[in-house]
């Protein structure tokens, strides 16, 4: 059975980072994508970064270039996200996220975490 725990959310005042991790279980993921969604109240779930089985490529949404990186340790089976110059809009539910292929539409992951809290303050 697949599972995604994500860790390391919380509350930050502006231009201050978080880190947030994601372990994955159930079988090898290694040739698997592995991102992270957002989603603000009343907003959709919007795509933030996601990076290959390979650990070569990555995705970014342009709000967060430059401020967030996305890494993968396959021996360990996680995927993190480091966030730092956090803006109050940034703040949301973040989800992990696990697929087949790289991509940045929610329905091309097959597996997503319950999510955790990121707040940032002004």
């Known amino acids: 059975q697949v599972q995604l725990k994500e860790s390391g959310g919380g509350s930050v005042q502006a231009g201050g980072s978080l880190r947030l991790s994601c372990a994955t279980s159930?079988?090898?993921?290694?040739?698997?994508?592995l991102g992270w969604f957002r989603q603000a109240p009343g907003k959709e779930r919007d795509f933030v970064a996601s990076?290959?089985?390979?650990?070569?490529?990555?995705y970014y949404e342009d709000s967060v270039k430059g401020r967030f990186t996305i890494s993968r340790d396959n021996a360990k089976s996680t995927v993190s996200l480091q966030m730092d110059l956090l803006k109050p809009e940034d703040t949301a539910v973040y989800y992990c996220?696990?697929?087949?292929?790289?991509?940045?539409?929610?329905?091309?992951?097959?597996?997503w975490g319950q999510g955790t809290q990121v707040t940032v303050s002004s």
């Open positions: 996220v696990l697929g087949a292929t790289l991509n940045r539409v929610p329905n091309g992951y097959d597996f």
């Open positions: 159930g079988r090898t993921w290694d040739t698997y994508a």
């Open positions: 990076i290959s089985g390979s650990d070569t490529h990555t």
